[in-house]
């Protein structure tokens, strides 16, 4: 697999700015880029390929979607439940986010399969992001929120989920950014 020289650069420069901000000792560059590799070689194969997380596509294959694992499938499943939502929503705003991916970062920061960002994460009561069953439960929890919010509308609350319930409100609907109306495409027509 081969994530580009650019990508794995952009993910050390974040690591470094953050150790930077909190004083930690620095990790030398070329031992983490060789242990970041191995790790990514080592969870190709967890889903059946890596996924992009801008065209939910599988780097490499037919173009297929992939499907969440067993124990995804289940956390989301039960998340839904414990929110009253739809699992097929749940299912398909995960799969817009990461692919289904609980080790997936953004460049904005957002983590975890549901993508949470760590403020929004904390106020959820998210401990752990990384964690797949707390990030779905997170992800749910505040996509019931956004359903609330916005009297049920699908589109409305997914619109919120990508671009922040307040541009929402700001554009009465979803809002005229080209990001947030993909998302909202895309994830309806996982959902259909």
Same mark, same amino acid.
Do not use: C, W
């Given at each position: 697999?081969?994530?580009?020289?650019?990508?794995?650069?952009?993910?050390?420069?974040?690591?470094?700015?953050?150790?930077?901000?909190?004083?930690? $000792? /620095?990790?030398?560059?070329?031992?983490?880029? @060789?242990?970041?590799?191995?790790?990514?070689?080592? @969870?190709?194969?967890?889903?059946?390929?890596?996924?992009?997380?801008?065209?939910?596509? #599988? !780097?490499?294959?037919?173009?297929?979607?992939?499907?969440?694992? /067993?124990?995804?499938?289940?956390?989301?499943? *039960?998340? $839904?439940? @414990? =929110?009253?939502?739809?699992? #097929?929503?749940?299912?398909?705003? *995960?799969?817009?986010?990461?692919? =289904?991916?609980?080790?997936?970062?953004?460049?904005?920061? &957002? +983590?975890?399969?549901?993508?949470?960002?760590?403020?929004?994460?904390?106020?959820?009561?998210?401990?752990? +992001?990384?964690?797949? &069953?707390? !990030?779905?439960?997170?992800? &749910?929890?505040?996509?019931?929120?956004?359903?609330?919010?916005?009297?049920?509308?699908?589109?409305?609350?997914?619109? &919120?989920?990508?671009?922040?319930?307040?541009?929402?409100?700001?554009?009465?609907?979803?809002?005229?950014?080209?990001?947030?109306? !993909?998302?909202?495409? #895309?994830?309806?027509?996982?959902?259909?």
């Amino acid at each position: 697999m081969d994530m580009g020289s650019s990508g794995v650069t952009q993910i050390i420069q974040r690591i470094q700015n953050i150790q930077a901000r909190f004083g930690s $000792a /620095a990790v030398g560059t070329a031992n983490f880029s @060789k242990l970041l590799e191995s790790e990514l070689q080592t @969870k190709t194969g967890e889903f059946g390929g890596v996924v992009n997380s801008t065209t939910g596509k #599988k !780097n490499g294959s037919s173009g297929q979607l992939t499907s969440p694992g /067993a124990n995804i499938s289940g956390l989301i499943s *039960a998340s $839904a439940n @414990k =929110y009253g939502l739809d699992p #097929k929503l749940v299912s398909a705003v *995960a799969q817009a986010e990461s692919g =289904y991916r609980a080790d997936a970062v953004s460049g904005s920061g &957002a +983590v975890g399969v549901m993508q949470l960002m760590p403020e929004t994460a904390a106020e959820l009561g998210v401990n752990n +992001v990384y964690d797949p &069953a707390q !990030n779905i439960d997170g992800g &749910a929890k505040y996509l019931k929120q956004m359903l609330t919010t916005f009297h049920g509308d699908v589109s409305k609350a997914v619109a &919120a989920y990508n671009a922040g319930p307040q541009a929402v409100k700001n554009y009465n609907g979803v809002p005229p950014y080209a990001e947030t109306q !993909n998302y909202v495409s #895309k994830v309806l027509d996982l959902y259909q």
